[in-house]
Structures are given as structure tokens and as C-alpha cells.
């Protein structure tokens, strides 16, 4: 599959970029700054001789005003104004982590190529993986990671802003994974490349030949160390295991009830109402987990709600922020929108269930509950 994915034919649209971001901030003493559309301290002006890499507000001659916040990791999303300030930046790098569901029949690779954040790297899911398990995109070894994102041409000084193609959907799977090996330093982008060109910011239309053969050496990088072939990296992980549960943690959980479990499904397949989509999956849930869809976390334009909205979320559902949470979903992706909500809470250490339903519902001895 991960060959496959990179010897497509690059598709080139019809229209060309020029870009020269405004930088506004700077990172110096290598800490990120976050800017919102508020008040003073900084001014971005624009005239006529600009490139069009700018707002469209900007384009009529509107004046934007922002404040300078530092960004620290303990606030898990980043606006797309501090983005586009910041691009150029040597130690900040920017990931697209498009995916989307089977039924969906959207290539994420082939969308990368047509349209992507300038400098962008494409960050595989399903490819940057563990390849032992038949499971969907479960998270590879320490090794395996190092090796896929060392071949990305990524190192631990490296500032992390991922983003996908919904809005807030895969990107925060692949936050939740760098968070996973020890790198703090990683922020989703709010609203995602949606909001990005909302606010009239240029996309590239073609993907440079160093990018694509980056993805493509991280595929075959990950490949190579299942094979036993490790080889020297510029990433250095560090295992957080309290951020990852397995299968047994939440047999254990159903016994001893410590922590609460909480499903980011729709609440018709959570009940056992829906099919799961993919086959030979029972339907329900996990005997006392609860339901919040991962919908709940963000608002109608794909952003991140505010930290009341999301307290009031999870109060409804009988969440209590006292005590400690496991996320869980499908197949491991939409539970970490749920972690990225918690986060925002300032719940830092949510552990997320990784083979999730898709694990759970295959056992033939797992316990199942449904609303019936």
C-alpha cells in the first residue's frame, strides 16, 4: 500500500505561488509565539506591491492588528494568523496528516500534491505504522518512529504544527503520537487547511521533489526497521507510556473502574444501533464507557471549542474532570479529538485506548454492551 501511495503520478493544477510570508514574530530564544486577532502590540500592514500570500481582508487594504502570546504545550492548537506569521521560521516545520475513513475514497497523498500548506511535509498515517498488526494505523515502535520521522527530516528542536484536510480530524492522531514519544513541542492547527484558505492564505499547487521523496523515505524507513534494519536518526523518542492503553488496561478498567472511558463514536454505533464499517465488528460499546462524539469538541467552522464550551461537553455525559480519563474510537484516531479537547481542560495526561473498537468488537471474549 505505501508503495503504491508514492508512485502516483504528481497531479499539478493550473495555477502557480508566489510566496513571501510577513513575519510579524520571531522565534527567538526558540520560543513560539501565538497571535489572535486582538488588540495591539504588533501591526501587519500590506500595500499594493505585495504578494498575494496574504488575508483577503488584506487584499482591500484592511488593517490587522494582533497580540503575541508565547505558545506553550499545555495549549494544543495554534491559529492560522500565528501559522502564516511564522512559516519561514528554520525550526518550525508543518505536517499534513490528512486521512480519512475507507468510505470516504479520498487519496490524502494525491490532495497533498494539489493543494498543501507552503513547506509542508505529508506525514503517511496508515504508512507511519505499526507493521505487525493487522489493526488500521496503530502506533509503531520507538524505533520504527524515529527512523519514519528522521526521514521526514525532523529533529527533537523542531516545533510541530499538524494539520489535515477537515478541519481538526487526523491531526490530532498525529499530535497524540509525537506527545506519545516524548516531543511536547506540537500544535494542531485550529480549523485546519479549511481555515487556512478561508482566510484567503496561499496554497502550493505542486509538491517539491525533496517533499515527496521525504514521504517516501519515511515509508521505506519504517519498512526497514520491521525488517531489523535500523540505521542512524535525527529523532530521538522518549516513551510516555501513560498516554497509550491496550486491550488488557481496559479488560482490567471494566473491574476496577478507575479510570473513565470515553468513546468519541456517534452514539448510534456506541448503542449498538449502527453497523460498524468495517466488517466482522460487533456493535456497542465497552460495559461502562460513555459517549461523546468527537463532533462535540469543535465548533461549525472544524475549530477547537473554548475551554467553558468543552467543560460543559463533558459535565453533560457525566465526565468528571477530577478524575482520570481513556479515550478510545474506531480505530484510534477521533479519541485523540477527544484527548486535544481534554488537553485544552488541562487534563494532560489522557490516555487514549489505540486498537479501540476496532480491536474490542473483533475479540470473540470481550465484553459488549449495547442501548438494547
Not at 488584506?58 to 495554534?78: C, D, H, M, N
Request: with cysteine; net charge neutral.
Amino acid at each position: 500500500m505505501a508503495s503504491s501511495l508514492f508512485t502516483r503520478r504528481l497531479v499539478h493544477s493550473s495555477f502557480s505561488i508566489s510566496y513571501k510570508p510577513q513575519v510579524f514574530t520571531s522565534l527567538l530564544n526558540k520560543k513560539l509565539f501565538y497571535s489572535r486577532p486582538k488588540h495591539t502590540h504588533a501591526t501587519l500592514k500590506t500595500s499594493s506591491s505585495q504578494s498575494p500570500c496574504v488575508m483577503s481582508s488584506f487584499a482591500a487594504g484592511r488593517r490587522a492588528e494582533y497580540s503575541t502570546l508565547s505558545v506553550s504545550p499545555k495549549e494544543p492548537v495554534v491559529s492560522v494568523d500565528w501559522l502564516h506569521a511564522n512559516l519561514r521560521e528554520p525550526d518550525l516545520k508543518v505536517l499534513d496528516a490528512s486521512w480519512y475513513m475507507p468510505d470516504e475514497q479520498r487519496n490524502p497523498f494525491q490532495e497533498y500534491q494539489v493543494a498543501h500548506i507552503p513547506g509542508a511535509l505529508f506525514f503517511d498515517v496508515d504508512g507511519i505504522a505499526d507493521r505487525t498488526t493487522n489493526l488500521p494505523h496503530m502506533l509503531p515502535s520507538e524505533e520504527a518512529f524515529a527512523a519514519a520521522v528522521s526521514a521526514l527530516g525532523l529533529e527533537n528542536k523542531d516545533g510541530l504544527v499538524v494539520y489535515d484536510g477537515k478541519g481538526i480530524f487526523s491531526a490530532a492522531r498525529v499530535w497524540w503520537m509525537f506527545r506519545v514519544f516524548g516531543h511536547d513541542r506540537v500544535w494542531v492547527l485550529d480549523g485546519g487547511l479549511p481555515r487556512w484558505r478561508a482566510s484567503g492564505y496561499d496554497v502550493e499547487s505542486s509538491a517539491s521533489g525533496d517533499a515527496i521523496l521525504k514521504a517516501s523515505a519515511a515509508s521505506e524507513a519504517i519498512e526497514k526497521v520491521y525488517q531489523g534494519q535500523v540505521g542512524p536518526t535525527t529523532f530521538q523518542t522518549k516513551f510516555q507510556p501513560h498516554l497509550i492503553w491496550t486491550l488488557e488496561q481496559v479488560k482490567r478498567n471494566i473491574e476496577e473502574g478507575t479510570y473513565q472511558l470515553v468513546d468519541a463514536r456517534s452514539k448510534a454505533r456506541f448503542d449498538g444501533d449502527a453497523p460498524e464499517p468495517r466488517k466482522g465488528i460487533r456493535s456497542g460499546h465497552v460495559p461502562g464507557s460513555k459517549c461523546i462524539p468527537f463532533p462535540q469538541m469543535l465548533d461549525a467552522s472544524q475549530t477547537l471549542l473554548p475551554a467553558d464550551e468543552l467543560k460543559k461537553r463533558f459535565e453533560q455525559e457525566g465526565i468528571s474532570l477530577e478524575k482520570p480519563v481513556v479515550t478510545a474510537c474506531g480505530t484510534g484516531v477521533t479519541a485523540c479529538i477527544l484527548a486535544l479537547g481534554l488537553n485544552r481542560l488541562g487534563k494532560h495526561d489522557v490516555a487514549v485506548y489505540d486498537g479501540s473498537w476496532t480491536e474490542w468488537g473483533a475479540q470473540p471474549d470481550t465484553p459488549v454492551e449495547t442501548s438494547s
